[in-house]
């Protein structure tokens, strides 16, 4: 199973940036697919994630009305769409997977497969 995340970059706040998490290995329809982030000196925290093949959502409160995440199954992608970005929103955004459904939990440990990251990086 390998997870691709890309995406990341330089922003200013208020600027946006779209991340992919490109899936392959396994069924992708059959598995939920998480956003975690990572900020330095911090633990690694949840914030989004898609249901299988049924695509309900979930966002922590941090990101809420401001990310969306999305999945093309065709394409075995899910997308992190950002925007109004913050500078507390900088951090090593990782893409996960675990089967079916997304857990409003959303713990590291829940999640099965992880991909290497990328660094999202928002200047005041």
């Known amino acids: 199973v390998q997870l691709q995340a890309s995406g990341g970059g330089l922003v200013r706040r208020g600027g946006s940036l779209r991340l992919s998490c490109a899936v392959s290995g396994l069924i992708f329809e059959d598995h939920a697919i998480g956003w975690f982030r990572q900020a330095p000196g911090k633990e690694r925290e949840g914030i989004s994630c898609?249901?299988?093949?049924?695509?309900?959502?979930y966002y922590a409160d941090s990101v809420k009305g401001r990310f969306t995440i999305s999945r093309d199954n065709a394409k075995k992608t899910v997308y992190l769409q950002m925007n109004n970005l913050k500078p507390e929103d900088t951090g090593v955004y990782y893409c996960t997977i675990r089967r079916f459904i997304c857990l409003p939990t959303m713990k590291n440990s829940e999640y099965d497969y992880w991909g290497q990251g990328t660094q999202v990086t928002v200047s005041s």
């Open positions: 898609v249901s299988s093949s049924v695509g309900s959502t």
